[in-house]
């Protein structure tokens, strides 16, 4: 029989950091080998990467980038949420670090934002 | 080796690549920070990676702590909501990575290294 997980499970800040966590990564390990293929094309001089470079130089594609950028960050600041859990010793419900985490992608969207746009 | 102990590998290695992923991702997001400014160009990006020692030896690193990373995540995914054997899961994990590894050693040759 399969079990489902009670409601309240759900309704906890841990559990949406982990479902972040889960979509973030998916989404980035997705987005990688077109990333790398975009690269590759360094190899067949600097004129094919300019002209791919210029095919994406576009809103739509610059929302995108901005989404990965914030979907790294929060990937990055929450795997360096469970890796405190993991191993360093503190106690409690450390929902704090969780803040900490969003706080760190809210950040790398302004700083790639300005960047992008100043 | 027993199930429960390659779980506890796969867990091991998972925490190892992410401690060297954190670091690469800081690096990785400042230098995205920094180029994007003014917008990209491959002229731009070359004359910065092109013979230098210090991108290769990065993104080499970073390549590699992906292709450890990557697969574990996203064969749990691949069971857990797919409804993939876990045997099943691993191999489209591991085909993903090769894949995705391959292009990865094209781009840092491409960008680098020719």
């Not at chain 1, 077109?34 to 929302?63: S, T």
């Not at chain 2, 990209?40 to 030896?57: K, M, N, Y």
Request: positive net charge.
């Amino acid at each position: 029989m399969r079990r489902f997980n009670d409601a309240r499970a759900r309704n906890h800040a841990s559990y949406w950091a982990f479902v972040v966590h889960r979509i973030s990564g998916l989404l980035l390990a997705l987005f990688l080998p077109i990333h790398l293929w975009a690269l590759a094309r360094a190899l067949n001089g600097e004129i094919a990467l300019d002209g791919f470079l210029r095919a994406v130089d576009r809103p739509l594609f610059k929302l995108a980038e901005w989404g990965l950028v914030v979907l790294l960050a929060l990937h990055a600041a929450g795997g360096v949420r469970l890796l405190l859990i993991e191993f360093a010793s503190w106690s409690g419900l450390r929902k704090d670090l969780i803040a900490a985490a969003a706080g760190v992608g809210v950040v790398a969207g302004l700083a790639f934002a300005l960047a992008l746009f100043y | 080796m027993t199930p429960a102990a390659r779980e506890a590998r796969l867990w091991y290695w998972q925490r190892v690549s992410a401690m060297v992923l954190a670091l690469c991702v800081l690096v990785h997001i400042a230098t995205i920070v920094y180029a994007v400014r003014g917008g990209l160009s491959a002229a731009e990006i070359l004359s910065r990676t092109r013979g230098s020692i210090a991108f290769g030896a990065f993104y080499i690193v970073f390549l590699v702590a992906c292709a450890v990373h990557v697969p574990i995540g996203l064969a749990a995914i691949l069971e857990e909501w797919l409804g993939l054997s876990r045997r099943g899961a691993r191999i489209a994990a591991a085909a993903f990575v090769a894949l995705t590894f391959g292009f990865g050693v094209a781009a840092i040759e491409g960008v680098v290294f020719s």
